[in-house]
Every structure is written in structure tokens, then in C-alpha cells.
């Protein structure tokens, strides 16, 4: 029986109650069925599913965590001694501008609008529009309101001196321009820099420069040198984000800072080629006319292998391309097909990564001959003839093959009578006539095409004519109806053991208006 290679093929074998095998990336691997949850050990037990029922009790809710079935209460509700009961701000006092309401089942008291909660109490929230004028800012500030809550900037025209210094600086229109870099690793360092506009050329010490890092990579211990420059090299790098924050201020105290990233990627992983296989493995052998498959659905690759494609390397002589069909020539599985052609084909398999490395494997096939038996004779038993007979009929049609009879002959024994004729001696069925007395042996010998033959005799005995008178017969009686008065008698199926026969016809008269003939 032939292997089906679309059969799923999961080693070990999956688990018929709960697993299933499915091709997972040209791999056959078990996966849980439907209803059935994985465990961490990897077993498939069956889900745990929520049913009425499964948690009783008046506004009960169940829920399934880590296929355990949990029963708790509905939203509005909790459990107070083993019953769900509804959460309600009855006999909750809240302070003053505060009201009740239910969170997260359970009551809370919350501050009313622009109010705040200070300790047990709900304070009004300090605001530009509660405080005098300018709401207690430094000079150069004014008070705005963020989020209900004060804050305080500089006014149009000032800028702080330093960061949370006072807004002393004039404004100037200092820009920084800085990109944020990319490096991949194994590279070991990467520069980060900023860029100052207006750029005081002449003055090459009327920037200061500070460098804070704000992020670094997880169990990073990278190296930062010129902090105080206008531009940083981090060496040691390890993959992951680096943040840092420039503060550039010039020299009357204008000042500007700017967040500048450094994003270390892993290295590449060495893309190795494909590996090609070609199943079934060790010595395939199939007999004409040949029908197989060759399946590839074990190679891999340490990425994916995105195209298979099959070809035949080698083939014998007698075998050309009108009698070998290839289907799936482009899928992991090939299906051939061959009518004609013995001997050892050579198959290729060629696969190929998303890098566009290949992989080859090839298979060699035998094609061996069909099966081709020798034809097997059968001629009529043997037949006794007695004189005058002297014809007969030898049938050899129930001779046969497995794979037709091409050739017919029929031949006489040396030792026969000489005395006889022989008609279809190359056909099935052999005519004999004119025979003597004695006995004939004929035999028939069959042909297939490759020649193979089968024999069969049988003989044909003919013996002497049986001694005797010989037996007349003048035919059918006849009816003459006037005015008939002739007609013809016949009596040539008179027959003598001698083999010679006289006939002569006379009239014997019997009742008025008949007469007999006699021979």
C-alpha cells in the first residue's frame, strides 16, 4: 500500500480524545482540539466553561481564570457572608462638598468639582482666579490654570536663566537641532549631537553644554563621554533605548533644551542556508508503470522556507519527458508518475529562505520492470476421428497472458501422416482437412512481446471406415399435384464404411397414385 504524504504525521502520536495533528510551518505537531485548554505541563484537558448554574446563588457571577471556574458577584454587588448583596452608599457620611457614590463595588466619598481632597477633608483647589493678582508668581511670571491647578510661567518676551530658575532671560530665538540615531549592534559606540542656531562662531565659549540621560537600557553599563560638549559618544552599548536630555544656555541666560534618543538594536542573527530533505529515506524502488510520491516536508530552515521546487536530475535512456508526469513541482510534495523507462531516476529538491538562501537534497528512485510472466498454451483435447471424417477444427483461443498474446503458430510432429491440409497455422484456431488414417500431434506454440513463449499439444486420431452395408437415404418424401408429374430426389447422404458409394434410383409402385423410390 502506498503512503499517502498528505496523511498527518505527528511523532509521537497525538492523543485521540483531545489532540489533533496539524501542519504548523511544514512542521506536524499536536495541538489541543476545540474545548480543550493546554496546560503548563502541555497536557489537553478539556475547558472549564461557565454554565448556568456553575455558581449558585442570587447575583452570583462566574468567571474562568486559568481553566479554574471562580465564582464571585455581579457588578453593584458583594459577598458578605457567603451571599452576594448590593453595594449602596445607605449609611456612608461623607464630609462637606463631597458625595457618595459606588466604585469598584465598594462606596466611596469623592470631592465635589474644584474641590480637592486634603486629608479627611474637601478643599477648594488654589486657582489663578482664588489668589491676588498674580497668584503669589515670581516677578517676570503669570499664574495659569492647569488641570484645576495653578502653575506659573514666563511672561511674553522672558525666558528662566536655568531650568526652575527665574524668568531673567530675554528671549532669544536660539534653536537646536538635533536627529536621533539608530545603531545596531555588535557596533560598540554611537555620538549624539546638537546643533545651535544662531551659532556665535565667533565666540566659541558662548554656549554651555549639559548632557542628562533620562533612560538606559536594562542591565546597560554603557560608558558616556562630553557630557559638558556639544556632542556625546556612549560606548559599550547593549541593545534598547537610550534617552537623554541637552540643556544649551548661552551667555546672557537664554536657554533651550531639546530630548535627543539613541536606539540600539540586537544584532542579526547569522542567516544560515535552508536544509532540504527528501522523504521516504533509504532505498525506493517501484515497479512499472510507477506511481509515487517524494515529500520535502521535513526541511528546515532557522527562519522559514518560503519555496520548494522539484526537478529530475537524471533519468535512464529509455525513458523520455511523454512518459514521466511530475505534479506539485512548486509544493513540498511530489507526486510522479511514470508509464515508461526502467532504471534509476535521480530527483532534485531545491528550497530557499526569505534571504534567498538555497538548500538541495537529492533522491534516487529505481524503476523496475513490470511484472511479465510467459504466456501460458491451451489447445482442445485430443480428438479421434472415424473415416469417411476426415476434417476437423483445434482451437487454441483460451490461451493467455498477462499481457496479450502477440504471435500464433501452429506446427505438425515430424512422426504425423504426411497426407493433410492445415489452414490459420498463425492464427488461434487451426483448420485441418483431408486427413488419413493415423494419428497427428500438432502443437501450438504462443509469443508475448518479449518474446516469452508457451506450448500445448494435443493429437487428432483418425481411424478406418467401420465395415457394413452401406445405409441409403433418398431424402424428404415428396407430394406431386397434377399436372407435375417429374421431380428430383436426392440421395447423396448415402454413406458406405467403405467411403465409396453407388446410387441407383428405381420405382416401386404401391397404392394407386404413389410410388417409392429406393437406392
Given at each position: ?489 436426392d440421395g447423396s447422404k448415402s454413406v458406405s464404411p467403405l467411403g465409396k458409394t453407388e446410387i441407383s434410383l428405381g420405382a416401386d409402385s404401391g397404392s394407386e397414385g404413389n410410388h417409392h423410390a429406393e437406392c
Amino acid at each position: 500500500e502506498k503512503e499517502d504524504a498528505n496523511k498527518p504525521k505527528c511523532d509521537p502520536e497525538c492523543d485521540e480524545d483531545s489532540e489533533k495533528c496539524v501542519k504548523d510551518n511544514n512542521v506536524w505537531k499536536c495541538h489541543c482540539k476545540d474545548g480543550y485548554f493546554k496546560t503548563k505541563d502541555g497536557d489537553c484537558i478539556a475547558k472549564e466553561v461557565c454554565k448556568a448554574g456553575s455558581c449558585p446563588g442570587d447575583h452570583a457571577a462566574c468567571t474562568v481564570v486559568d481553566n479554574q471556574i471562580t465564582c464571585g458577584c455581579q457588578k453593584g454587588y458583594k459577598k458578605e457572608k457567603g451571599k452576594c448583596t448590593e453595594v449602596t452608599c445607605k449609611g456612608v457620611s461623607c464630609p462637606a462638598h463631597a458625595t457618595c457614590a459606588v466604585s469598584d463595588n465598594t462606596a466611596h466619598c469623592f470631592c465635589d468639582k474644584d474641590y480637592v481632597a486634603q486629608e479627611i477633608f474637601c478643599r477648594p483647589v488654589a486657582t489663578c482666579t482664588t489668589e491676588p493678582k498674580n497668584a503669589g508668581c515670581p516677578t517676570n511670571e503669570e499664574c495659569k490654570n492647569v488641570n484645576s491647578k495653578k502653575q506659573c510661567f514666563c511672561v511674553p518676551g522672558k525666558l528662566r536663566a536655568k531650568p526652575n530658575g527665574d524668568c531673567t532671560a530675554n528671549a532669544s530665538a536660539i534653536i537646536l537641532k538635533s536627529e536621533d540615531v539608530t545603531a545596531q549592534l555588535p557596533v560598540q559606540s554611537a555620538t549624539l549631537s546638537v546643533a545651535v542656531t544662531p551659532p556665535r562662531t565667533k565666540n566659541e565659549n558662548y554656549y554651555t553644554y549639559k548632557w542628562d540621560q533620562q533612560k538606559n537600557p536594562a542591565g546597560g553599563s554603557s560608558r558616556v563621554d562630553g557630557l559638558t560638549k556639544s556632542r556625546v559618544t556612549i560606548s559599550k552599548l547593549v541593545a534598547g533605548e537610550y534617552v537623554f536630555l541637552v540643556t544649551v544656555i548661552g551667555k546672557n541666560n537664554e536657554y533651550k533644551t531639546k530630548v535627543v534618543k539613541l536606539k540600539v538594536l540586537p544584532a542579526l542573527k547569522p542567516n544560515k542556508p535552508p536544509i532540504a530533505v527528501i522523504k521516504p529515506a533509504g532505498k525506493v524502488s517501484f515497479k512499472l508503470p510507477a506511481d509515487f510520491s517524494l515529500n520535502g516536508i521535513d526541511s528546515h530552515d532557522d527562519d522559514k522556507i518560503v519555496s520548494y521546487a522539484w526537478s529530475i536530475e537524471a533519468r535512464p535512456v529509455a525513458s523520455s519527458e511523454n512518459f514521466v508526469k511530475l505534479i506539485g513541482e512548486n509544493t513540498d510534495t511530489l507526486h510522479v508518475k511514470v508509464s515508461q523507462g526502467e532504471g534509476e531516476f535521480k530527483f532534485k529538491l531545491l528550497v530557499k529562505d526569505k534571504a534567498g538562501l538555497t538548500g538541495t537534497a537529492s533522491k534516487s528512485v529505481q524503476i523496475l520492470a513490470e511484472d511479465d510472466f510467459p504466456p501460458s498454451a491451451k489447445v482442445s483435447s485430443a480428438l479421434v476421428l472415424t473415416l469417411p471424417k476426415n476434417s476437423a477444427v483445434l482451437y487454441g483461443n483460451g490461451s493467455k497472458d498477462d499481457h496479450g498474446i502477440t504471435k500464433w503458430e501452429w506446427m505438425k510432429s515430424s512422426d504425423s501422416p504426411k497426407t493433410g491440409d492445415m489452414t490459420g497455422t498463425t492464427t488461434s484456431n487451426l483448420t485441418l482437412a483431408n486427413l488419413v488414417e493415423g494419428t497427428y500431434t500438432f502443437t501450438l506454440t504462443v509469443y508475448d512481446k518479449k518474446n516469452q513463449k508457451g506450448t500445448a499439444s494435443t493429437t487428432v486420431t483418425v481411424r478406418p471406415a467401420e465395415k457394413g452395408p452401406p445405409k441409403a437415404d433418398a431424402g424428404d418424401n415428396k407430394e406431386l399435384v397434377a399436372p407435375d408429374r417429374s421431380t428430383e430426389l436426392d440421395g447423396s447422404k448415402s454413406v458406405s464404411p467403405l467411403g465409396k458409394t453407388e446410387i441407383s434410383l428405381g420405382a416401386d409402385s404401391g397404392s394407386e397414385g404413389n410410388h417409392h423410390a429406393e437406392c
